[in-house]
């Protein structure tokens, strides 16, 4: 199987990055209003691409790749994937491209029901709408509660991105969807394979902004990055990130549901390994809010709150070499 991306899936995931770059850059985490930096990378073209078929799955998980960079997992999963795939399977379908307009400026974060009221989920904040998957007879049927309706609160006071829910609103807008069971759980795999390829880009950005300050940082007279301790675990954390990386792009090709729990299993391990090392290695200089690391770390917990567990992974796939995957904070 040939998954490797030709050069001109890279020409496009450069786009995006430029684009992601611009709109979304990690800066605005401090800013108010985060949301309309979505709705201008959506302007864009970039947040409903996975409807025009000219954009792969591989080539969509190269760019939640460069969305994790900036702290951006969830937000791009819902709005770049899940939110759009399901808009485009109304049963209306006037209904739906109206919402798919309404989508475009306004972005939103979803949320299956049963999961409970107080569910952690991901991408949601200020601004965003929220959306609800429910049973209604033979077919599902989507809510969405407007963003003035929605009362949520961070995890822990410390979230980026993933919030629990004081209540769940009653739903300011309801449309039917023409959705069999294939394709939504062709939805949900995607979305775990983009989860895991943004997982996989913010491991990888942590090694780099390592790798950058061990390598002007001095102590004893040279860099930090010439003791050897130091130069082994960031190979560790480089070898990890890249190994994790490619198992999401084999799950993206592949479409199948074990390949897609290896992808999550191995991004977040990577992603553990790879926040746990530059923790160390600046001096637990994410403790501080003035710092980017800071930011990463957050968002590495956001992914951690929002994601199934491991274990729970590895032991549904068989997967028992990995059940013992460590998770961030414990």
């Known amino acids: 199987m040939e998954f490797l991306l030709s050069r001109e ?9 430029e684009a992601i770059g611009a709109h979304v850059p990690l800066s605005r985490v401090r800013e108010s209003e985060e949301w309309r930096g979505w709705v201008a990378l959506g302007s864009a073209g970039w947040l409903h691409a996975c409807l025009s078929g000219e954009v792969s799955m591989p080539v969509l998980s190269a760019i939640a790749r460069e969305a994790g960079r900036v702290a951006g997992s969830g937000q791009f999963v819902s709005n770049a994937w899940t939110i759009p795939k399901l808009l485009s399977s109304a049963a209306d379908e006037d209904a739906g491209a109206a919402w798919l307009d309404h989508h475009g400026s306004r972005p939103g974060a979803l949320l299956h029901a049963g999961m409970g009221e107080r569910s952690v989920l991901a991408g949601l904040g200020p601004g965003y709408d929220l959306y609800l998957v429910q049973a209604s007879g033979a077919a599902p049927t989507l809510h969405r509660c407007d963003h003035g309706t ?13 919030a629990r829910l004081d209540e769940l609103p009653a739903p300011d807008a309801t449309l039917p969807l023409a959705l069999t069971s294939e394709q939504a759980q062709a939805i949900t795999r995607g979305a775990r394979v983009l989860a895991a390829g943004a997982a996989a880009g913010l491991a990888d950005e942590l090694v780099a902004r390592t790798v950058s300050h061990v390598t002007s940082r001095e102590q004893f007279g040279q860099p930090l990055g010439r003791f050897q301790a130091v130069k082994h675990l960031l190979a560790d954390a480089h070898a ?12 993206a ?23 746990q090392t530059s923790s160390q290695l600046q001096g637990a200089m994410g403790f501080t809010w003035e710092s980017d690391l800071h930011l990463l770390l957050k968002a590495g917990l956001d992914i951690r709150a929002t994601t199934q567990d491991p274990t729970v992974v590895a032991q549904r796939s068989g997967l028992a070499t990995m059940a013992t995957v460590p998770t961030m904070g414990e």
């Open 150 to 162: 929605v009362l949520s609160s961070p995890v822990a006071g410390l979230s980026l991105g993933a």
């Open 240 to 251: 990890g990130a890249e190994v994790a990386w490619l198992s999401v792009l084999f799950a």
């Open 253 to 275: 090709a592949d479409g199948d549901d074990a390949a897609a729990d290896h992808a999550e299993l191995l991004s977040r391990r990577a992603l553990t390994f790879a926040a």
């Open 9 to 17: 899936d890279l020409d496009v995931v450069e786009l995006a990055r």
